[in-house]
């Protein structure tokens, strides 16, 4: 089992949607990284998070750290939001493997 | 300002070849990290370094070799190539350790025949 897991694998919407994508982790940590991986291979950080919430334009991730679930969730949905997106625990330098989100104009 | 850079950026060997990836960063950043990315799986941790003449074994280091006599280069060596070891490597930098935002390279996709 790997120690962090996420969900849904695969993930379709039209443009526009609000989009939810869940990551969970068995692992203690004491932050938690979002990252994006875009079509071309590139990954880049969206976010670093130890509590609460982060916004970043239309990007909002949350975590609960006593629960060991944080979600990254994507307000009206563009299809240049299709990427796979992957949450890892640093700590313990574990990545789950990810969520690919396609965004139909 | 290039960030992050690996070469090469594809790479075919045969098996029992040696060959090293090319990782730099012009960032200043004490940590530097390899991961490989292999289909349904995450990315997985090779070595790391905290700094210049110190690294360390991550999650499935087997068949890698790693060096760090600088603080802008941490190359990753293959020693005798096996057709397992294809995949796609990732250099990343940070700070000063895991928990500071990550930064990426392009990757070198590796096919061993």
């Known amino acids: 089992k790997n120690e962090v897991e996420q969900s849904p694998q695969n993930l379709t919407a039209q443009e526009g949607e609000f989009i939810t994508i869940n990551c969970s982790y068995s692992v203690g940590i004491s932050a938690l990284h979002w990252l994006q991986q875009h079509p071309g291979g590139g990954i880049v950080s969206l976010f670093m998070l130890s509590s609460g919430k982060k916004k970043h334009g239309r990007l909002i991730a949350t975590i609960n750290i006593q629960e060991k679930h944080s979600s990254l969730h994507i307000t009206a949905s563009h299809p240049r939001d299709s990427a796979v997106y992957i949450c890892?625990?640093?700590?313990?330098?574990?990545f789950g493997a990810g969520t690919r989100l396609t965004v139909k104009p | 300002n290039a960030g992050v850079t690996q070469t090469p950026k594809f790479q075919v060997l045969k098996t029992g070849q040696s060959m090293t990836l090319q990782c730099a960063q012009d960032?200043?950043?004490?940590?530097m990290s390899w991961y490989r990315q292999d289909p349904g799986m995450g990315l997985r941790l090779i070595h790391y370094s905290v700094g210049a003449g110190i690294t360390d074994q991550g999650e499935v280091p087997n068949g890698y070799n790693v060096s760090r006599s600088t603080t802008e280069d941490f190359p990753l060596r293959l020693l005798s190539a096996a057709p397992s070891q294809t995949s796609v490597y990732f250099c990343?930098?940070?700070?000063?350790?895991?928990?500071?935002?990550?930064?990426f390279g392009p990757g070198t996709r590796l096919t061993v025949l």
């Open positions: 990343a930098t940070g700070a000063g350790s895991p928990t500071d935002t990550q930064y």
């Open positions: 890892a625990a640093p700590n313990d330098m574990r």
């Open positions: 960032m200043n950043h004490e940590y």
